[in-house]
């Protein structure tokens, strides 16, 4: 008799340890760059008012992993969507089911977790302050890493709503929040556009020389402006993000002029080729998530909840 382990959504978010699942989703950034890593580009089931994607892969090393996972408009709030699904991990060597857990909080983090090692990579030492540009769930997914791993560095914090944009500040210890997205921005060295957004939410005038953005939103449109796009230096999760179309591909990254590339992080990560070429260089991160991530985060989770025997076990 197989069993698995069923870890609910708040036992989800315990086992995620921001520090483990950055070591390992720098390991799948990786691993993705050397093409070592098993894992078709994502499809999606359409509905009139949503999608549901499929993200199966196998990281060597790491793990094996399926992510299922609804993106629906939420009528309750205009403008803005739900991500709600399960993953589940696998034992790599005979296939046995070994654990299910709720995927938003761990697409909440892994994502985080890509943004804040693009920063880490291509933002200037010293370059300025934060801008955090969205107040849903994954700007303050982003907030609470940033939180967790920079308590001192001074972010700003803006979106549509007022509101909003104050409660996700304060979930950081130096954050604000600012009077609107072009005040956050301007001056900032690092920007995190994490936004639901069907068209762009910057504007390549409020960005100074030097500044990089992790781009991790835009699901259903570009979250990035053409003009930013055009004058940054480009890299991504996967080569897939430009080569294939969404919502496998980054809207912002599809028919790039013929000379133009994007260099994959996990490669930069690895010290195979450089990042930032000049300190006046503009950056660009853009995420479109990559089963790979999931992966490495659902791992990292499960090695929590059995050195602690979180979690009901279920028999299948």
């Known amino acids: 008799m197989n069993e698995i382990r069923f870890l609910d959504g708040a036992r989800t978010r315990a086992a995620l340890d921001p520090r483990r699942v950055l070591e390992a989703v720098e390991r799948a950034l990786i691993r993705v760059s050397r093409d070592e890593v098993s894992a078709p580009p994502r499809i ?21 992993a399926a992510k299922l ?55 200037r030492a010293g370059g300025g302050p934060v801008a955090v540009v969205g107040t849903g769930a994954q700007a303050r997914a982003q907030l609470a890493l940033l939180a967790a791993l920079a308590p001192g560095t001074p972010v700003r914090v803006a979106g549509r709503d007022a509101g909003r944009a104050a409660s996700a500040a304060a979930l950081h210890p130096a954050g604000r929040p600012a009077p609107g997205i072009e005040e956050a921005v301007r001056g900032a060295g690092t920007v995190f556009c994490c936004t639901g957004a069907a068209r762009p939410v910057i504007d390549r005038a409020w960005l100074a020389p030097g500044t990089h953005v992790s781009s991790v939103g835009g699901s259903d449109g570009p979250e990035v402006d053409a003009a930013t796009v055009r004058d940054a230096a480009l890299f991504a999760e996967w080569a897939g993000a430009a080569a294939t179309a969404p919502p496998s591909g980054a809207h912002e990254l599809q028919d790039l002029p013929a000379g133009r590339s994007v260099t994959l992080l996990g490669a930069v990560l690895a010290g195979e080729v450089p990042g930032r070429r000049r300190e006046d260089e503009l950056t660009l991160f853009k995420s479109t998530g990559h089963a790979a991530l999931d992966v490495a985060a659902a791992q990292a989770a499960h090695a929590v909840a059995v050195a602690r025997d979180w979690g009901t076990r279920v028999a299948l």
């Open 69 to 123: 996972v609804s993106v629906f408009a939420d009528p309750e709030r205009p403008g803005r969507s739900s991500h709600r699904g399960l993953v589940v991990l696998f034992d790599p060597e005979d296939g046995r089911p070994l654990a299910l857990m709720d995927a938003e909080p761990l697409t909440e983090i892994r994502t985080a977790a890509s943004a804040t090692l693009g920063a880490r990579a291509l933002a």
């Open 44 to 64: 999606a089931a359409r509905t009139p008012n949503g999608l549901l994607g499929a993200m199966p892969g196998h990281v060597p090393g790491i793990g094996l």
